[in-house]
């Protein structure tokens, strides 16, 4: 049973910086594809980034330049480097495998982009 924990969100003004943690238990972590996803209110959970095994990353265009993700498998965690965050960032932030079907949920971690 592949468990989830995101950490690291917060309240931040407009141009401000964060970055969110996730780690992972119950898998082999370091051959999956792992992924950061965000469901703003009203909204569908949409896909942020992702990074393959191998380190591969691709992004929604509307976070290319601003956000970075990353991995530590010796830590079983991956992160997502925010920077330069918008209101529209605003969001419940979860990570999950990138490909095939999901694991469950975790609980995610609110974004409040907000001057």
């Known amino acids: 049973q592949v468990q989830l924990v995101e950490s690291g969100g917060g309240l931040v003004q407009p141009g401000g910086s964060l970055r969110l943690s996730c780690a992972v238990s119950?898998?082999?972590?370091?051959?999956?594809?792992m992924a950061w996803y965000r469901q703003a209110p009203g909204k569908q959970r949409m896909l942020v980034a992702t990074?393959?095994?191998?380190?591969?990353?691709n992004y929604a265009d509307s976070v290319k330049g601003r956000f970075t993700i990353y991995r530590d498998n010796a830590k079983n965690t991956v992160y997502l480097q925010m920077n330069d965050l918008k209101p529209d960032d605003t969001a419940v932030y979860y990570c999950?495998?990138?490909?095939?079907?999901?694991?469950?949920w975790g609980q995610g971690t609110q974004v409040t982009v907000s001057s």
């Open positions: 999950n495998t990138g490909s095939g079907s999901p694991w469950n």
């Open positions: 990074i393959s095994s191998a380190g591969t990353t």
């Open positions: 119950g898998s082999i972590f370091s051959i999956y594809r």
